[in-house]
C-alpha cells in the first residue's frame, strides 16, 4: 500500500475512533457506570461528580490530541500550510498537558490500585517529556528529530486502546480476574506505546529515507508534491 493510502486509511479509522469514544462517553454512558462498577483496589473515597467532571474533560482533549496529532503528520499540510501546522502542532501540545494533568487526578483512584497509579503516573511524565523534546527538536530545526519523537508522543493517544484491549485479552482468554486484567493491561499498554512508536520510526522514519528530509527547513531544498 502507497504510504498516502496507508495515512488516509489511518485517518478514517482515528476519525472513527474519535466518535466512538465521545458518543460511548458523553451519550451511551456519561455516568462511566460500566467501567466504575468494576472499580475495585483503590484505598480510598472516591468523589463521584468530580471524577466524571475531571472524566469528561481528560477525554474531551484526548479527543483534540488524537486529531490534531493525526493532522500534523500530513506532509501535505506540513509543506502547504505552514501555519496550520505550527498552530495545530499547539493545541497539540496543551491538549496533552490537560489529558496528563486530569490523568494525574483520575491516577490514585485507577483500578488495580497504587502498581496501576504508579505506571499511569510514569506515562505522565514520559508523554508529555517526548512532546516537549519533539518541540525541542523543531526549534533547533532538526526536523528528523521532530517527527521522531513527535511519533513516540502521539502513540500515547491510543494509551485507552491498549489498555481495554490487553485487559480484555487476559480476561477472556487468560481467565485473569479484571483487577489483574487491568493491572496488565496499563502495564502492557505502557510497553506498546513505547515499542510501537520506535517500530513506526524503524519503518517509516529509517535513515534512508530521511536523509534529506532535515534540508526542506533551511529551505536548501524544495519539498516534495
Ligand atoms: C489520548 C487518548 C485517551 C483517551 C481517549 C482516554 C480515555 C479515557 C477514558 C474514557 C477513561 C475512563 C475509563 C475508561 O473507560 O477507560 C480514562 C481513564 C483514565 N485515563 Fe485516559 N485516555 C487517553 C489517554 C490517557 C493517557 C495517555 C493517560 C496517562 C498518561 C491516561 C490516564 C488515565 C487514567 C489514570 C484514567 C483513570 C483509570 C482508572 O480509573 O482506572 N489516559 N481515559
Known amino acids: 500500500m502507497k504510504t498516502s493510502r496507508l495515512f488516509a486509511f489511518l485517518l478514517v479509522t482515528i476519525s472513527l475512533y474519535l466518535v466512538y469514544v465521545l458518543v460511548d462517553n458523553y451519550v451511551v454512558d456519561p455516568q462511566a457506570e460500566q467501567f466504575l462498577a468494576l472499580k ?7 468523589n463521584l461528580p ?5 472524566m469528561y474533560v481528560h477525554v474531551a482533549f484526548a479527543t483534540i490530541a488524537t486529531a490534531s496529532g493525526a493532522m500534523n503528520f500530513s506532509k501535505y499540510i506540513r509543506n502547504r500550510f505552514r501555519g496550520f501546522h505550527r498552530v495545530n502542532g499547539y493545541i497539540y501540545v496543551v491538549s496533552v498537558m ?6 494525574g487526578y483520575m491516577a490514585p483512584y485507577s483500578t488495580g490500585g497504587k502498581p496501576v497509579s504508579v505506571a499511569y503516573n510514569m506515562m505522565n511524565i ?3 517529556a517526548f512532546t516537549v523534546i519533539a518541540i525541542m527538536r523543531i526549534k533547533k530545526k532538526d526536523l528528523v528529530g521532530h517527527l521522531r519523537s513527535m ?3 502521539y502513540v500515547f493517544c491510543f494509551t485507552n486502546v491498549f489498555v481495554h484491549t490487553m485487559a480484555f485479552l487476559a480476561e477472556q482468554g487468560l481467565r485473569l480476574p479484571h483487577e489483574t486484567s487491568y493491572t496488565f493491561g496499563v502495564f502492557s499498554a505502557f510497553a506498546l ?9 524503524a519503518i517509516f522514519y529509517a535513515p534512508s529515507r530521511v536523509a534529506n528530509t532535515s534540508l526542506y527547513v533551511k529551505g536548501e531544498i524544495q ?3
Open 40 to 46: 475495585t483496589g483503590i484505598d480510598r473515597v472516591l
Open 50 to 54: 468530580v471524577w466524571l467532571n475531571v
Open 98 to 103: 490537560l489529558v496528563v494533568l486530569t490523568s
Open 126 to 128: 514520559v508523554w508529555p
Open 151 to 153: 511519533v513516540r508522543s
Open 193 to 201: 506505546n513505547l515499542l510501537i512508536a520506535e517500530l513506526i520510526i
Open 223 to 225: 519539498p516534495q508534491k
